[in-house]
């Protein structure tokens, strides 16, 4: 039976900026969040908005992501904290020097806006930065936002736009009928829906799995530590050229910096705030190096440490694909799914509504994974 309504299952940045491009168009459209909005990676994460060190295939999304974000940004009255001051990946030695060197080039020919500085004038940018700094690049139209409040606010720009959000709603089946998916159950009874949108991170391909599709996501761990307010330092999101440790100052001040992704042995799905807490040697690690690059993060105040499980896929690229009647999935954005999320959520309004997309869409269909698998593709995170 036709419901008229659309179900998104999870209230990341994915799910609620596909229910506020599904609300724009005038689709009825139901948003289920098992714990509360941006409970995992998107209240986990750094907030980058970057284009630079993307994917050929993700690029022209980061591109447009960039657009989406200011208009955004000034359509909420500023509440998801959009600032657009550059992106600075870093060199600490020769080695790192010849890799941005490299990646600076590959990135302007594929007509990123984006330069390649020595220390000086990286510190003339961005002056708390370490005398120890040898060379950076520059995309000066990255950014970064609130992740919060990002979410938050599209959640309630897609709430004013009819959509209904409920949390503590947990999906935990997918019903079909004919081939075709017709809801979810969940812990609060069955939903029938036109179309379900799986927008639910690790947690998707446990739903996807009965139904023979094959989402391979593997978890991965990244620290973060954030202090209390600080004096203004910096307004860019840096990187450094091996991705093993990034930083921003949030708007109020607050420095978060995150170490690289390392392995993590747990459940993907029965992790627990406690299970991905940091361990003390590790955030002493993160600390020692952060501050190397930084060095005003040492008389900083902390506030919190928190782990942040990352959705890897084996290729580091989402699946966003209907690959069956009444179902698109959106899922496994890799570590770097914050700053595309509001593109994200209009390709999934295209999809759901087959709507032609702007975008290739090919390197994001889910039948990729079910084709022979190469290595694991390395993950990095530069904000
Ligand atoms: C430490 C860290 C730093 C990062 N830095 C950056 C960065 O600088 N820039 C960037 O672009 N990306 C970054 N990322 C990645 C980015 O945060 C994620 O890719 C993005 O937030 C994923 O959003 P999502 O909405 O797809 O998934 P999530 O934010 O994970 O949302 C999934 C939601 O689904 C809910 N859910 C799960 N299962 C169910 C169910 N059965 N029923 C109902 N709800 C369910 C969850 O509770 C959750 O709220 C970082 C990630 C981490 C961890």
Redesign the pocket.
């Known amino acids: 039976m036709a419901t008229g309504e659309v179900l998104i299952?999870?209230?990341?940045?994915?799910?609620?900026a596909a229910a506020l491009a599904l609300a724009e168009r005038g689709v009825g459209v139901r948003l289920?969040?098992?714990?509360?909005?941006?409970?995992?990676?998107?209240?986990?994460?750094?907030?980058?908005?970057?284009q630079s060190g993307r994917d050929p295939a993700e690029l022209p999304l980061a591109r447009a992501a960039v657009a989406r974000w200011a208009e955004l940004d000034a359509r909420l009255g500023g509440r998801p904290g959009y600032r657009r001051r550059g992106n600075l990946r870093l060199a600490r030695d020769e080695a790192e020097v010849e890799t941005i060197r490299a990646l600076a080039a590959t990135q302007a020919a594929a007509g990123l806006d984006i330069a390649l500085l020595d220390g000086e004038a990286a510190r003339r940018i961005a002056p708390a930065l370490s005398r120890d700094i040898l060379a950076a690049s520059f995309c000066r139209d990255d950014g970064?936002a609130d992740?919060i409040a990002a979410?938050t606010a599209l959640a309630d720009e897609a709430q004013r736009l009819g959509a209904q959000i409920e949390s503590g709603?947990?999906?935990?089946a997918l019903t079909t009928r004919g081939g075709a998916v017709t809801g979810?159950e969940?812990n609060a009874g069955r939903r029938e829906a036109d179309c379900v949108v799986l927008?639910?991170?690790?947690?998707?391909p446990?739903?996807l799995a009965p139904l023979g599709l094959d989402l391979p996501i593997a978890a991965r761990?990244?620290?973060?530590l954030q202090t209390t307010p600080a004096p203004p330092l910096f307004e860019q999101?840096f990187g450094v050229a091996n991705a093993d440790c990034?930083g921003r100052q949030e708007i109020d001040g607050r420095l978060r910096v995150?170490t690289g992704v390392s392995d993590w042995k747990g459940d993907a799905?029965g992790w627990t705030a406690d299970s991905i807490q940091p361990r003390a040697r590790d955030v002493a690690t993160l600390i020692a190096r952060a501050g190397a690059i930084l060095p005003a993060l040492h008389e900083a105040r902390v506030a919190r440490v928190w782990?942040?499980?990352?959705?890897l896929t084996p290729d580091g690229l989402?699946a966003l694909d209907a690959p069956c009647p009444g179902l698109v999935v959106?899922?496994g954005?890799?570590?770097?799914?914050?700053?595309?999320?509001p593109v994200?959520g209009e390709i999934v309004a295209d999809l759901v509504t087959g709507a032609a997309s702007p975008f290739d869409l090919a390197p994001f269909r889910l039948a990729r994974f079910s084709t022979a698998r190469g290595p694991a593709a390395p993950l990095t995170?530069?904000?």
């Open positions: 299952v999870g209230g990341g940045i994915t799910g609620v289920i969040e098992r714990d509360r909005l941006a409970a995992m990676g998107s209240g986990w994460t750094l907030g980058g908005v970057r970064h992740p979410v709603v947990a999906a935990t979810v969940t927008a639910c991170g690790l947690h998707a446990a739903l761990i990244v620290l973060v999101v990034a995150t799905t782990g942040g499980l990352i959705d989402p959106a899922s954005f890799s570590g770097h799914g914050f700053g595309i999320g994200s995170l530069h904000g």
